[in-house]
C-alpha cells in the first residue's frame, strides 16, 4: 500500500492555459474522488468515479472542467481556459469496494494561476 | 443538504494538555459516518477517527477519542496528552454513502511548548 499519489504537486499557470492533474489511487481502491480546496476553507467535492464510470459530479464543476478516469485505475483532472478563481488544491482521494468505506486522500495539487 | 460546521477557527493548547474540538452536523439521515481528519502544514490530510452513527460506543484512536452525541448531531474530537505534532488544521466531515463527503471549515489547533 503505497497510498494515493498526485501529480504534479504545484503547477503555475497563466490565464487561459489548459492544465492537467493526474491522480493514482491506492491499488485495489475502486472509487475515486476529486475534491478543491480553497485557503481557509475545508474541501468541496468535486467529483468521483466507481471504477471507470463517473457517477456524480458537483455542481462546481463548469464546464471548463473535466476528469477521467479510462481503465478504472489513475485519474486525470483537466481544467480548461484557467482562471484566477480556479487557483486552489486539487486533492484526490480512493476508497474500497464499499461505498462507506474510509476515504483516504493525497498530498495534493496546488494550482496558481497568474 | 448536510451542512457541518466547526465553531472554532483556531485553538491553542500546551504540550502535554488535553483540548477538546467541536463539530456539529446538520442531517435528515439515521445512517451515517462522521470523520475527523488532520492536515499538517504543507503535508496531506490524514485520517484520525471514524464514528458509525449506529455505534453509541464512541470511537477512540491512542490519545484521540470523540464524543459522539447523535440526538443532539454533535461530534467534538478530544486530543490528550498535546503533543507538538499535533498541530495543524482539523477537519470534521460527514458522509452517508449518498452524499460526498462534506467538511466543515476546519480548526487551527496550535500546540504550545
Known amino acids: 500500500d503505497t497510498g494515493v499519489s498526485q501529480d504534479p504537486r504545484h503547477k503555475i499557470t497563466k490565464r487561459g492555459q489548459n492544465v492537467t492533474f493526474r491522480c493514482d489511487p491506492i491499488?485495489?481502491?475502486?472509487?475515486l474522488y476529486w475534491y478543491r480546496q480553497t485557503l481557509g476553507q475545508g474541501p468541496e467535492f468535486l467529483t468521483y468515479f466507481q471504477n471507470e464510470a463517473q457517477l456524480e459530479k458537483s455542481r462546481l464543476l463548469s464546464d471548463r472542467f473535466s476528469a477521467e478516469r479510462p481503465k478504472g485505475s489513475f485519474s486525470t483532472l483537466e481544467i480548461q481556459r484557467t482562471e484566477q478563481g480556479d487557483s486552489a488544491m486539487y486533492l484526490c482521494?480512493?476508497?474500497?469496494?464499499?461505498?462507506?468505506?474510509?476515504?483516504?486522500f493525497g498530498p495534493g495539487t496546488r494550482l496558481t494561476v497568474l | 443538504a448536510q451542512t457541518v460546521t466547526q465553531s472554532q477557527p483556531e485553538m491553542s493548547v500546551q504540550e502535554a494538555e488535553t483540548v477538546t474540538l467541536s463539530c456539529t452536523y446538520d442531517t435528515s439521515e439515521s445512517d451515517y459516518y462522521l470523520f475527523w481528519y488532520k492536515q499538517p502544514p504543507s503535508r496531506q490530510m490524514i485520517l484520525v477517527i471514524r464514528?458509525?452513527?449506529?455505534?453509541?460506543q464512541n470511537a477512540t484512536e491512542n490519545r484521540f477519542s470523540v464524543n459522539f452525541q447523535k440526538a443532539a448531531k454533535s461530534f467534538s474530537l478530544k486530543i490528550s496528552d498535546s503533543q507538538l505534532g499535533d498541530a495543524a488544521m482539523y477537519f470534521c466531515a460527514y458522509y452517508s454513502g449518498n452524499t460526498p463527503l462534506v467538511f466543515g471549515k476546519g480548526t487551527r489547533l496550535s500546540v504550545i511548548a
Open positions: 464514528q458509525e452513527a449506529y455505534k453509541q
Open positions: 491499488s485495489e481502491h475502486n472509487r
Open positions: 482521494a480512493s476508497s474500497g469496494q464499499i461505498s462507506t468505506d474510509t476515504q483516504y
